[in-house]
């Protein structure tokens, strides 16, 4: 039964991700282009695609207007240089309608890796399955299987990760890491887990010394000066430019103000999975949000009891996956944008967490009232 549900949902991820394509990705360069399409609907691409990554994929390839800088070289070229590699090993013909069907095919066989990690986690680290409907039907998972983006392979190499901090295997931990960090370099720094678990911190320690280096050294020192990294018209917006202005005046900013930006964080992600219809369109982008966003609701009272009993919650079971999920939301609020897809590599992570307390919870109060 297990294989025919595996089966079917993957047969549906398939039929229904490719409508999508022909529905949407091979007009990409009308929904980037100044004049939209006559649609129903807004954003239903993830265009940065169209915004750096393919024209950077294009210049590495035919060496036109190409240039490397160090914050963008890493951001904004390193999936590019990926897909670059795709195109020598396998001799790919590069051009605006072939790169829709090589994005998706590797997305899509991202994907199937990254199932074989959350099943694994699923089963090994929280002690229930995962139907794999809940994966490949996700709305975010076919959305972001379209054209090239960082969050397959995000996903994929967070849950890889994650399944190999919980089980100690810090070599294999470190290339997951070391390979994440091509893609977006701001989760290298989840290397300091390897560190901190092959030392046998404590956990609370470990939650501390991690707060500190990255608010304050990494912060400073390294991302301190994101002109390199970000537009102005991303950074020069209302909270977001206090936080990025502290940050580059004195290397303060997120140590203050990272705990606001991470429910910050949390808020954006539940507030645009209900503003998905506007003007009589919707908004693909912010709908694909929605069953995250209503799963999210409906663990808060979860989530305040875990928060307000941190310490003792860390050091229970699955403490790692609460050390894990605090490393990397801090991690993300070292950008200074706020935006709800960074959130996505640990989207099951959470629900599992959240979903093992309730099941441990039930157990403990039949056990009690038996």
Not at 338 to 343: G, I, N
């Amino acid at each position: 039964m297990r294989s025919l549900h595996l089966t079917v949902s993957i047969s549906l991820y398939f039929i229904l991700s490719y409508l999508y394509l022909n529905a949407f990705g091979l007009d990409w360069l009308e929904w980037y282009g100044r004049f939209l399409p006559a649609s129903h609907f807004f954003y239903p691409l993830a265009l940065d695609h169209a915004k750096a990554y393919y024209p950077n994929l294009i210049a590495m390839l035919f060496g036109t207007n190409y240039s490397f800088r160090w914050g963008t070289g890493i951001n904004d070229n390193g999936l590019p240089f990926v897909y670059f590699l795709l195109t020598k090993i396998f001799s790919l013909e590069i051009n605006e309608v072939s790169i829709v069907y090589i994005s998706y095919l590797f997305n899509s066989c991202v994907y199937l890796g990254a199932f074989r990690f959350l099943d694994k986690i699923f089963t090994e680290i929280f002690g229930f399955k995962i139907h794999p409907a809940l994966f490949f039907l996700n709305p975010a998972v076919i959305y972001y299987s379209q054209m090239m983006n960082k969050e397959p392979i995000s996903l994929f190499l967070v849950l890889g990760s994650f399944y190999y901090f919980c089980k100690k295997r810090w070599v294999w931990m470190g290339i997951c890491i070391l390979i994440l960090s091509i893609v977006r370099i701001h989760y290298g720094c989840l290397l300091m887990l390897c560190f901190l678990g092959g030392f046998h911190v404590k956990k609370a320690q470990a939650v501390a010394f991690i707060y500190v280096i990255l608010f304050l050294v990494v912060q400073t020192f390294i991302f301190r000066d994101q002109d390199y990294l970000f537009v102005d018209s991303q950074i020069n917006l209302g909270f977001t430019s206090v936080v990025y202005s502290l940050n580059k005046e004195a290397g303060i900013g997120n140590l203050i103000f990272a705990i606001p930006k991470v429910i910050q964080y949390f808020f954006d992600n539940v507030k645009v999975g209900f503003e998905f219809y506007n003007t009589g369109k919707l908004n693909l982008y912010y709908l694909k949000e929605l069953p995250f966003a209503i799963l999210f609701l409906w663990f808060i009272p979860v989530m305040l009891k875990i928060l307000f009993n941190y310490n003792v919650f860390l050091n229970r079971k699955n403490g790692d996956t609460l050390l894990f999920i605090t490393t990397f939301v801090f991690i993300i609020v070292l950008s200074p944008i706020v935006h709800s897809r960074y959130l996505f590599p640990i989207h099951y992570i959470l629900l599992g967490y959240f979903f093992s307390y309730k099941c441990s919870y039930k157990v403990d109060r039949e056990e009690t009232f038996s």
